[in-house]
């Protein structure tokens, strides 16, 4: 997906609109130069236009700039679709968050009894994605996209006042008050405008329009609430708020880089993250995301210590090895030392079954934090998608996948997910909802190897076949890789257990903290294997 002026040639793009370098808004003179410019020799198919709502009433200046965008679109002959949201939820907190610290209020112009539907971005981004995914069926449309509540910003303030216990009101003001307060803010004069006009056409009921079910089945799952927005963004409106300093260890494997990297791109607003990495060569691709590094060997507990030194929260997440105890209690001891508020465990699925030789050291783990006192929780992810990509190369020489699960459905995670949702709870502003619980984690859908297979075999172009392995078979080929013996017995005892249905399960655990839909198993193959497909899809 680009935006115009970085356009490659394909099928798709989204053109968002953009305030100038200067500050000022963009003008139907400024959108007409990048349009002529980006659209000369412009090779897109499907162009979804990020616009605005109530465009049906272009009196106001951002509607004509829109509408005057979408023209030019069709004018250059490409497929159009026009995604049309109302107000971003998220700009109760980015417009308001700093009035209400200091006064409990916020102001505007938009009316005492006008209604509109706020709606969270990340709704919108998602039906965006979807929308591209469909081209045939949405270039011409226009997508007018609402929130799940009309509301007045009366009906806002208590639902603010809900969020943060503490009684928030909405105050509304002339237009000449209004100007004034925002020349006060040093905005600039075509802002104070632009905003000026859009606020009395919200006030002129304009922007109430109800939500669509289409788009709730589309995306797959329910709009975002403007109350859970605001739980998001709380820590927004919290006078002399302080950002957590969260501490990752383990940010060398697969899915501690993922929590890491999910703190700093989903949460850096409001946290400060500091991955405990082994060396110096391990740290460079943390850093460009504004990380902290803490050098440490879990042999010194004096260098935990220094890792932990003012920090408020701790991810544990111990290898997969034989020192997978050792370090996990070594880093729950630091912890206690530098009294950590809240720990996050990530372990194994229903490890306290203790039916393998992980599920008793991730036990164990799991109790010597239990008794340390540390409030915690565990995070237990189901089976990982990328423990696929470690049979890539049998796949693409001989097009057979060494399983051992019979024809028993198992459930596949993918490591974003279950990363993400690690990062959403290590950077809660309230973590009362997780404190000592234990959260089991598993994805979307099951899959039996056969339908592995078939799914592998659409990203790899040829065709993929599962051999089911007796035990011994599995034991051998786990030695021949160089893996240590009690490793190795303990994989194949979790191939026994899948092997019997233990691991076709579901549960909706990660959509109720994400709000989203978890990654499907071709959505993960899609983003790891590159296609050589010469004409495949390009966003």
Not at 150 to 161: E, I, N, P
Not at 327 to 334: E, F, L, N, P, Q
Request: glycine share 8%; proline share 3%.
């Amino acid at each position: 997906i680009c935006t115009f002026d970085q356009c490659d040639p394909g099928y798709g793009c989204i053109f968002p609109l953009n305030d100038c370098d200067d500050g000022s808004p963009c003008t139907i003179d400024t959108c007409n130069s990048t349009l002529k410019n980006s659209t000369t020799g412009c090779v897109n198919k499907h162009i979804v236009k990020l616009s605005g709502g109530a465009l049906e009433h272009q009196d106001f200046i951002v509607g004509q700039v829109h509408a005057t965008i979408e023209e030019m679109i069709k004018k250059a002959g490409i497929g159009l679709t026009s995604l049309r949201p109302n107000f971003f939820s998220q700009n109760i907190g980015a417009l308001f968050g700093s009035s209400i610290q200091a006064g409990n209020a916020f102001y505007g112009m938009y009316g005492d009894a006008a209604k509109l539907s706020y709606i969270d971005t990340r709704d919108v981004a998602d039906v965006g994605v979807e929308v591209l995914m469909r081209s045939d069926e949405y270039i011409g449309k226009v997508c007018d996209v609402h929130g799940p509540h009309q509301m007045t910003h009366h009906d806002v303030a208590a639902v603010v006042s809900k969020v943060i216990g503490r009684d928030i009101k909405y105050i509304n003001l002339t237009d000449e008050q209004w100007r004034t307060a925002m020349r006060g803010y040093g905005m600039h004069e075509g802002i104070i405008h632009a905003l000026a006009d859009l606020q009395r056409n919200v006030s002129l009921d304009r922007f109430a329009g109800s939500q669509s079910n289409e788009w709730e089945k589309l995306i797959g799952r329910r709009f975002i609430t403007l109350e859970e927005t605001l739980r998001d963004d709380i820590h927004k409106f919290i006078p002399g708020y302080q950002k957590l300093r969260i501490v990752v260890s383990g940010a060398n494997g697969t899915i501690a880089s993922r929590i890491a990297k999910s703190l700093l791109l989903y949460h850096g607003d409001k946290v400060d993250v500091i991955t405990a990495v082994r060396s110096e060569d391990k740290a460079t691709a943390f850093q460009e995301l504004g990380s902290k590094i803490a050098i440490i060997d879990v042999s010194k507990p004096d260098t935990l210590d220094a890792a932990l030194k003012g920090a408020d929260r701790l991810l544990i997440l111990p290898p997969f090895s034989e020192e997978m105890l050792p370090i996990s209690k070594a880093w729950t001891d630091a912890a206690k030392r530098s009294n950590i508020k809240f720990v996050v465990k990530i372990g194994g699925f229903a490890s306290n079954f203790r039916a393998t030789i992980m599920a008793e050291w991730h036990d164990d783990g799991e109790k010597y934090i239990d008794a340390s006192g540390l409030d915690y929780c565990f995070v237990r992810p189901m089976f990982m998608m990328t423990n696929m990509l470690i049979q890539l190369p049998n796949i693409l020489s001989n097009g057979h996948l060494y399983l051992r699960f019979g024809q028993s459905k198992v459930n596949l995670l993918d490591p974003r997910d279950n990363g993400d949702l690690a990062a959403a709870i290590l950077a809660a502003y309230d973590t009362t909802p997780y404190k000592n619980r234990t959260i089991e984690v598993l994805g979307t859908e099951t899959y039996t190897p056969f339908e592995m297979a078939q799914t592998i075999s659409r990203f790899v172009h040829r065709d993929v076949t599962c051999i089911d392995l007796t035990e011994q078979q599995e034991m051998e080929s786990l030695l021949a890789t160089g893996m240590p013996e009690i490793m190795a017995r303990g994989l194949v005892q979790l191939a026994s257990l899948f092997r019997v249905g233990v691991a076709n399960q579901r549960n909706g655990v990660l959509e109720e903290i994400l709000r989203r839909k978890s990654y499907t198993f071709g959505q993960f193959l899609r983003h790891h294997i590159v296609s050589t497909e010469k004409q495949k899809m390009s966003f």
